[in-house]
């Protein structure tokens, strides 16, 4: 089965961190870029990160960036999104989605990707 796991989310306090793994199962990963996206209550799915096939490449959301730092590991087929300084705002189910075009500074409006996983939830509470 194709699948792409994410995993990680949890209950933290602002200014706290958090490390998701989206992990693929029945296909390779290095033949992906990999975008991460969450989607708060109420709120329309916005785009966070995105990093190309072989890492050399990455952007971010203006709102995480210097904050979430997204990397991946081709050999163990994951690939990763470290949150540091995690604030209230940040409180969203994260997806991660790969998909054979890396979208660059325009990933944050495209969705065109082929597999995407179930979702992880991330509160940021006190």
């Known amino acids: 089965q194709l699948q792409l796991v994410e995993s990680g989310g949890g209950l933290v306090q602002p200014g706290g961190s958090l490390r998701l793994s989206c992990i693929a199962s029945?296909?390779?990963?290095?033949?992906?870029?990999i975008g991460w996206f969450r989607q708060a209550p109420g709120k329309e799915r916005e785009g966070v990160s995105c990093?190309?096939?072989?890492?050399?490449?990455?952007n971010y959301a203006d709102s995480v960036k210097g904050r979430f730092t997204v990397s991946r590991d081709n050999a163990q087929n994951t690939v990763y999104l470290q949150m540091n300084n995690l604030k209230p705002e940040d409180t969203a189910v994260y997806y991660c989605?790969?998909?054979?075009?890396?979208?660059?500074?325009?990933?944050?409006?495209?969705?065109?990707?082929?597999?995407w996983g179930q979702g992880t939830q991330v509160t940021v509470s006190s």
């Open positions: 990093i190309s096939h072989s890492g050399s490449s990455t």
């Open positions: 989605a790969a998909g054979p075009i890396y979208y660059g500074d325009t990933f944050a409006t495209r969705y065109e990707y082929d597999y």
């Open positions: 029945g296909f390779r990963l290095n033949y992906y870029a």
